[in-house]
C-alpha cells in the first residue's frame, strides 16, 4: 500500500484523502480477514494472534479516522477565499454582545420558528366530519320502530387530497421557512457588518481627535515664531493674530468630533443593547489595523455566490415557485370525500350508507387553468430574480475590488512618501519663516496640507477597511465612489470636502450611530481639516 502525502498548506484536501485511502484499506484488510477466518478455522494459538492483530488493525483504523476528519477540517480552513477581518477583544465582545441583543435578530428567528410550524399543518389531512341526527315521519310523536323511514344517523366524512397535494403543500411551507432561515442569516451578517463599521468609525473618530491635538501643537509652535519675530521687529502682528485664530478654530473642530464620537458610543451601545451613556474605552488605533489584502476576483465571486443569503433567498424562490406550479397542475383532480353513516330505526333492522365524492374542475378554464399560468408567471419571475441577484453580486465584487485596489495604492504612498514629504515640508518652511525667508501664508499652507495629508491616510485606511467588511458581509449595497478624504483630496487653504468634523462616508445601517455633520463655515478654515 502505497500513499503520497503532499504538504498541508499546499493540498490540506489530498492530505484527507490519503488519509481515507489508508483507513479504508486498513477496515477492508480486517474485514477481510474475519470473512477468511469464517472459511477456514485455525487453531487457538493462531486465533490468539490472529485477533491480536485484528485488534491492532482496528486501533489503526479508529485513529486515522480521526486523523481524516481533522485534515478535512485544516482543508476547509486552509481554503477559505476571504482573510479575517481584523478583530481587537473590545471588539470581539461588542459583536458577541450585538448578536445575543439585537430585537431584529429574534423577531426573525421567531419567524423562522413560526413557519416551521406550519410545515405540518400544510402536510396535515383535513378533520373529519361527525353528523348526529334524526329522521322522523311524524310531527306529533316519535315515530321510530314504527315507521321504515324514521331513524336516528349517526355520520362521518372525511376529505382526503388528490394524491401528491399535501406533499406539495408541506413542501412549499418548508421552502418559505428556509427562506425565512436566509434572512436570519442576512440579519447576522448585518449586525456584525454594523458592529464593525461603527467602531471603526469610532477609531477614526479617536484617531482624528489626536490628530487634532498634533494640530494644536503645530499652531501653538507657529504661533510662538510669530510673537517672537512681531516682537524683534521682523514680523506683522496680522501673524500672531492669524495663529491665535486658528488655535481658536481648533476648539469648535474638536466639539465637532467629540459630538461624533459621542454618537458613535451611543449607537454601539444601542447595538449591543446596552445603556446609551454606557463608555467604550479602545486601545486600538487605525493604524494597528493595517491593511487588507485585495481578493482574487473568481474566488470573491464564489463566495459571494456561496454566503449571499438573498441569492440563496431568490434560488429557494424559484424551487418555491415550482412547487407551486406542480401543485396548481394538481388542482384539475379534484379532492376525495368519503362518507359512512349507520341508521338505528329502533325494533326495525338498522341501515347504513356509504358515499364517494370528488368535485368536477366544470370551470377549469376560468380557475385552475388561470392558477397553473399564474404560477408559470411567478416561476419566471423568480428565475430572472435569482439572475439579477446573482449579476448585481458579480457588480459589487468588481466596484469593491477596483475602488480597494485604488485605496491600497493611495495608502502605499501615503506610508512611502506623502506623509514623510508633508511632514518634512511643515517643518522646513516653519524653520524658513523663523528666519524670514518666507511669508506666513507658506506656513499656513505647510501646516493645511501635512494635517490634510495625516487625516487622509487615517480615513483612506477606514475605507479599506469598509469594503474588507463589505466583502464579508456579501452586501447588494453599492460601492462609496467618491472617497474624497482618502483618494485625492487636496492639503491647501481652503480645500473643500469632507472635515475632520465631519461623519462617516456610509451609515452605520439600522441602530447605528448618524453621522454628525458639521457645518461648511464653522467647521473648516484654512489648515485643511
Known amino acids: ?101 439585537r430585537p431584529e435578530l429574534a423577531q ?28 322522523n315521519d311524524s310531527f306529533t310523536s316519535i315515530q321510530i320502530g314504527e315507521m321504515e323511514t324514521s331513524f336516528y344517523s349517526i355520520m362521518a366524512s372525511q376529505s382526503f387530497p388528490w394524491p401528491g397535494k399535501r406533499g406539495l403543500r408541506s413542501e412549499v411551507a418548508e421552502l418559505v421557512a428556509r427562506q425565512g432561515e436566509t434572512n436570519v442569516a442576512r440579519l447576522r451578517l448585518t449586525a456584525e457588518a454594523d458592529v464593525r463599521r461603527t467602531y471603526l468609525d469610532l477609531l477614526l473618530a479617536r484617531d482624528r481627535l489626536a490628530l487634532l491635538d498634533r494640530l494644536d501643537a ?56 446596552h445603556r446609551l451613556d454606557e463608555p467604550i474605552a479602545t486601545t486600538a488605533h487605525l493604524a494597528d489595523l493595517g491593511t487588507p489584502t485585495n481578493p482574487d476576483a473568481q474566488a470573491a465571486l464564489d463566495n459571494a455566490l456561496a454566503r449571499s443569503p438573498e441569492l440563496a433567498a431568490a434560488r429557494l424562490g424559484v424551487i418555491q415557485s415550482e412547487k407551486s406550479q406542480a401543485l396548481a397542475r394538481k388542482s384539475y383532480f379534484g379532492d376525495l370525500v368519503l362518507s359512512a353513516g349507520v341508521m338505528p330505526r329502533g325494533g326495525l333492522p338498522p341501515m347504513w350508507q356509504l358515499n364517494l365524492g370528488s368535485t368536477v374542475p366544470i370551470f377549469a378554464g376560468s380557475k385552475q387553468s388561470r392558477a397553473v399560468a399564474e404560477s ?29 485596489a485604488a485605496l491600497l495604492d493611495t495608502i502605499t504612498l501615503y506610508r ?50 469598509r469594503l474588507a467588511i463589505a466583502f464579508h458581509e456579501v452586501s447588494l449595497e453599492p460601492t462609496a465612489t467618491a472617497l474624497v478624504g482618502a483618494m485625492g483630496a487636496p492639503g491647501m487653504p481652503g480645500a473643500t470636502g469632507r472635515g475632520m468634523g465631519e461623519g462617516p462616508t456610509r451609515s452605520t445601517g439600522a441602530g447605528g450611530a448618524p453621522p454628525v455633520q458639521a457645518a461648511e463655515g464653522g467647521m473648516r478654515s484654512t489648515s485643511g481639516m
Open 376 to 404: 408559470e408567471a411567478r416561476a419566471a419571475a423568480e428565475q430572472r430574480n435569482a439572475d439579477a441577484t446573482g449579476q448585481i453580486l458579480g457588480l459589487r465584487i468588481e466596484e469593491r475590488r477596483t475602488v480597494l
Open 108 to 135: 426573525a428567528e421567531a419567524l423562522v420558528r413560526a413557519d416551521r410550524e406550519r410545515v405540518s399543518q400544510e402536510g396535515a389531512f383535513p378533520d373529519p366530519m361527525l353528523q348526529i341526527g334524526i329522521q
Open 416 to 465: 512611502e512618501g506623502l506623509l514623510i514629504q508633508s511632514e518634512a515640508t511643515a517643518d522646513s518652511t516653519l524653520a524658513q519663516y523663523s528666519v524670514g525667508k518666507v511669508s506666513f501664508a507658506s506656513v499656513l499652507e505647510a501646516n493645511a496640507g501635512f494635517v490634510a495629508d495625516e487625516d487622509g491616510f487615517l480615513q483612506a485606511i477606514a475605507d479599506a477597511q
Open 1 to 101: 500500500m502505497e500513499v503520497t502525502l503532499t504538504p498541508r498548506k499546499a493540498g490540506a484536501i489530498c492530505y484527507a484523502c490519503a488519509m481515507d485511502k489508508i483507513a479504508g484499506e486498513l477496515i477492508a484488510g480486517w474485514l477481510g480477514g474475519t470473512a477468511m477466518r469464517a472459511r477456514f478455522p485455525r487453531t487457538r494459538r493462531s486465533d490468539r494472534r490472529g485477533d491480536g492483530f485484528r485488534g491492532a488493525l482496528t486501533v489503526a483504523a479508529v485513529v486515522l479516522t480521526a486523523m481524516t476528519i481533522r485534515a478535512r477540517a485544516e482543508a476547509q480552513q486552509v481554503s477559505s477565499p476571504l482573510p479575517a477581518l481584523p478583530t481587537d477583544p473590545v471588539l470581539a465582545k461588542l459583536v458577541e454582545q450585538s448578536l445575543a441583543a
Open 218 to 273: 503645530i499652531w501653538s509652535k507657529s504661533e510662538a515664531v510669530a510673537r517672537v519675530r512681531y516682537e524683534s521687529g521682523e514680523g506683522a502682528q496680522s501673524d500672531v493674530l492669524r495663529s491665535q485664530l486658528e488655535v481658536n478654530r481648533l476648539k469648535q473642530r474638536r466639539w465637532a468630533l467629540q459630538a461624533q464620537e459621542r454618537a458613535l458610543v451611543q449607537g454601539l451601545n444601542r447595538l449591543r443593547g
